[in-house]
């Protein structure tokens, strides 16, 4: 079945540390976004993608680096420059041309040890 | 400043029971996406509206878009406990783009106790 995996489901990230979430889709979608969910807000916009090797910043980039160098591929590093991490991490998908919706992933939350 | 308001933030029903939720923008809308998310689970996609007065309908749930295309609602008709979870709506904003960018209002968080 196409769909869009997230992984890991739950992720700790000591102080300074480093860490990189992962999201592949294997729906053809030739756009890709990252959103950040925190408790009684929407989703913020944190990069979107919509072809390889290219990217956009969103709302809240800050903190935040990606990379887009496969189609199916589109992983998050949360750096150590941000300085808020912990939050629930949604990564999305679509054909990419208007009157579409996004495809979403089942997400990773990420912790702060 | 947030461009889509949702409302209520929360609703408490009794199964059985009808409700409505509501979704208003600043702005004219392309698109209008309704989402159903359980609390710690990815968004499911319900329905998408795009036409001034345009209606659309799954099992109970139904989906208006205003003839201005700036307010939207959602409307279940005897709620289920299946029913619970958090509605967001996106807004779609551009004619004619291909970045198919939303900007999503802060979700109703909906309870049907039995």
């Known amino acids: 079945d196409g769909g869009i995996t997230q992984s890991p489901k739950y992720l700790f990230r000591k102080e300074g540390q480093n860490v990189t979430l992962s999201c592949e889709q294997n729906?053809?979608?030739?756009?890709m976004y990252w959103y950040r969910q925190d408790p009684g807000q929407g989703l913020r916009l944190i990069y979107y993608s919509q072809i390889v090797n290219d990217f956009q910043k969103g709302d809240i980039a800050e903190g935040y680096s990606v990379s887009r160098e496969k189609k199916e591929s589109f992983p998050l590093t949360v750096t150590s420059a941000q300085k808020n991490p912990t939050a629930f991490y949604l990564c999305?998908?679509?054909?990419?041309?208007?009157?579409?919706?996004?495809?979403f992933g089942d997400g990773t939350r990420l912790s702060i040890l | 400043s947030q461009e889509l308001e949702q409302s209520p933030q929360s609703l408490i029903v009794q199964e059985g029971k009808n409700l409505t939720i509501n979704c208003t923008s600043s702005?004219?809308?392309?698109?209008l996406y309704w989402y159903k998310q359980k609390y710690g689970e990815g968004l499911i996609f319900l329905m998408m509206l795009q036409k001034g007065g345009e209606e659309k309908s799954h099992e109970k749930i139904t989906a208006k878009l205003d003839e201005k295309k700036q307010q939207s609602s959602l409307h279940i008709t005897a709620s289920q406990p299946s029913h619970a979870g958090i509605y967001l709506c996106g807004a779609d904003y551009y004619r004619g783009s291909t970045l198919g960018r939303l900007y999503f209002g802060r979700g109703t968080q909906l309870t049907v106790w039995p």
């Open positions: 729906l053809n979608h030739d756009a």
């Open positions: 702005k004219t809308l392309y698109g």
């Open positions: 999305a998908s679509s054909i990419g041309a208007g009157n579409q919706p996004q495809h």
